[in-house]
């Protein structure tokens, strides 16, 4: 541990805590200087964007109308494909069904 001391000036007691103290205090100046100018991420770009969602309703009546198609009960399934598309009116798979 005191292997360089003979290398090092003789500094007081007093000066190695002006000097520890010194440390510290740009320790916490860099510190904020770096947390205050880091880039920060808008949140309310991400928060104001409209995550589209399904329908649940016409995703079953959907599914039911594709059923019945493949059964061969194409009058049922162009209901079921109609009763969909009142709950859910932006879908274009159910306009390209009807």
């Given at each position: 541990?005191?292997?360089?001391?003979?290398?090092?000036?003789k500094?007081?007691?007093?000066?190695?805590?002006?000097?520890?103290?010194?440390?510290?205090?740009?320790?916490?100046?860099?510190?904020?200087?770096?947390?205050?100018?880091?880039?920060?991420?808008?949140?309310?770009?991400?928060?104001?964007?409209?995550?589209?969602?399904?329908?649940?309703?016409?995703?079953?009546?959907?599914?039911?109308?594709?059923?019945?198609?493949?059964?061969?009960?194409?009058?049922?399934?162009?209901?079921?494909?109609q009763?969909?598309?009142?709950?859910?009116?932006?879908?274009?798979?159910?306009?390209?069904?009807?």
């Open positions: 541990m005191y292997l360089f001391a003979i290398f090092l000036p500094v007081e007691e007093n000066d190695m805590d002006r000097l520890h103290i010194k440390i510290f205090i740009l320790s916490l100046l860099t510190y904020f200087i770096l947390a205050c100018s880091a880039s920060k991420t808008n949140l309310s770009e991400y928060s104001s964007a409209h995550i589209p969602g399904y329908n649940k309703l016409a995703m079953e009546l959907t599914i039911r109308a594709s059923i019945q198609e493949v059964l061969g009960n194409d009058a049922q399934a162009l209901h079921l494909y009763e969909a598309k009142r709950y859910d009116s932006t879908s274009a798979g159910l306009d390209l069904a009807i």
